[in-house]
C-alpha cells in the first residue's frame, strides 16, 4: 500500500535563505510520480513541481528544485531564495502509475514560515 | 486555464441530512477526484471517477457516495450526514495516464452540526 510521509509539521526560514523539505514514501510500484505542492491560506492548491521514478535526474522549475533519493524512497523540495510569500502549507503526494487510477496520496503537509 | 468549480464554497447541514455536493470541469478531463481534508492533514481519497457513468471507491468511501453524471460533472452525496464529515471537500480533475498533475478546486467547507 501507497504512503506518504512529511515528518516536519513546521519549518522556517528568513528572507533569502534556501529551505529544504522533507518526504519520504512507500510503494512497491516500479513507475510512481512525486508530486509537490502548497496550499495557500485560501485553501488553494497550487502545483509546484513533480519527479518522475523514471527519471535519474533531480527536476527543477524556477525557484523549486527536487532531491530524488530512489534507494531511499525520500524526495526533499528544495526552495532557493525563499520570500515571505511563500509561506503557506507544503504537500508531497505520490501517484503509482501501474494503477492507472491517476489518484493522488498526499502527506500530512509542512507549514512553513518565511520571515521577512 | 484549466478550471475546476465546486459549489457551494460554504454548508452549514444537520446530522441525517442529505448533503449534495457538486463539482464541475472544463478540462474534457476522463478522470475526477473528491478528496476531504481535515485539519493539519493532507487530502484524503473518498471517490473517484473514470468518466461518464463510473464511480470507484477511494481510500475512505464509507458514508459518502458520488454521481458522475456526465465528462463535466461530479457530485459527492452525504446521505445522512454525521458531525464527523464536517471537513473542507476538495474536487480535483486529471487526464488519465498523463504526466500532467491533478487540478483542484477551491473546496468546499462543510459544518454538520
Known amino acids: 500500500a501507497q504512503r506518504v510521509t512529511q515528518v516536519q509539521p513546521t519549518g522556517s526560514s528568513q528572507w533569502g535563505e534556501e529551505v529544504t523539505l522533507d518526504c519520504s514514501y512507500e510503494t512497491s510500484e516500479y513507475f510512481y510520480r512525486i508530486f509537490w505542492y502548497r496550499q495557500l491560506f485560501s485553501g488553494e492548491m497550487v502545483f509546484l513541481i513533480y519527479q518522475p521514478s523514471f527519471d535519474t535526474q533531480n527536476q527543477r522549475s524556477g525557484r523549486y528544485s527536487v532531491v530524488f533519493q530512489k534507494s531511499f524512497k525520500s524526495i526533499s523540495l528544495v526552495i532557493s531564495a525563499s520570500q515571505p510569500e511563500d509561506s503557506g502549507t507544503y504537500f508531497c503526494?505520490?501517484?503509482?502509475?501501474?494503477?492507472?487510477?491517476?489518484?493522488?496520496?498526499f502527506g500530512d503537509g509542512t507549514v512553513l514560515t518565511v520571515k521577512p | 486555464e484549466a478550471a475546476v468549480t465546486q459549489s457551494p464554497r460554504n454548508k452549514v447541514a444537520v446530522t441525517g441530512g442529505k448533503v449534495t455536493l457538486s463539482c464541475n470541469q472544463t478540462n474534457n478531463h476522463n478522470n475526477m477526484y473528491w478528496y476531504r481534508q481535515d485539519t493539519g492533514h493532507g487530502l484524503r481519497l473518498i471517490h473517484y471517477?473514470?468518466?461518464?457513468?463510473?464511480?470507484e471507491k477511494g481510500d475512505i468511501p464509507d458514508g459518502y457516495k458520488a454521481s458522475r453524471p456526465s465528462q463535466e460533472n461530479f457530485s459527492l452525496i452525504l446521505e445522512l450526514a454525521t458531525p464527523s464529515q464536517t471537513s473542507v471537500y476538495f474536487c480535483?480533475?486529471?487526464?488519465?495516464?498523463?504526466?500532467?498533475?491533478?487540478?483542484f478546486g477551491s473546496g468546499t467547507r462543510l459544518t454538520v452540526l
Open positions: 480535483a480533475s486529471g487526464a488519465w495516464a498523463s504526466a500532467e498533475t491533478l487540478y
Open positions: 471517477s473514470y468518466g461518464a457513468g463510473s464511480t
Open positions: 503526494a505520490l501517484s503509482e502509475l501501474g494503477t492507472n487510477t491517476g489518484k493522488l496520496t
